[in-house]
C-alpha cells in the first residue's frame, strides 16, 4: 500500500509581485461585499467577514507601503 499525503488545510504561499497583490484585493472586495449583505449584517457570519476583511487590507497596506 502506497503512502497518501492529505492537501486538506495546507497553505499555499503568495507569490511575491502584482498577482499577490492583485489576488489580495480581490479577495478582500469579496469580503468586504459577503460583510455588507443584509443576510450577513449584524451576523457572527458578517462579523467573521468583516474581520478577514480587516487582515487583508492590512496585508495589503504592507505589500504597498
Not at 478582500?28 to 487590507?57: C, H, P, W
Amino acid at each position: 500500500m502506497e503512502k497518501q499525503y492529505c492537501k486538506v488545510g495546507t497553505i499555499t504561499p503568495l507569490s511575491d509581485g502584482e498577482r499577490a497583490i492583485a489576488l489580495l484585493e480581490h479577495q478582500y472586495q469579496n469580503f468586504v461585499e459577503k460583510a455588507s449583505r443584509m443576510e450577513y449584517a449584524g451576523t457572527k457570519l458578517g462579523d467573521f467577514f468583516e474581520l478577514k476583511a480587516k487582515k487583508i487590507k492590512k496585508t495589503l497596506e504592507n505589500l504597498m507601503g
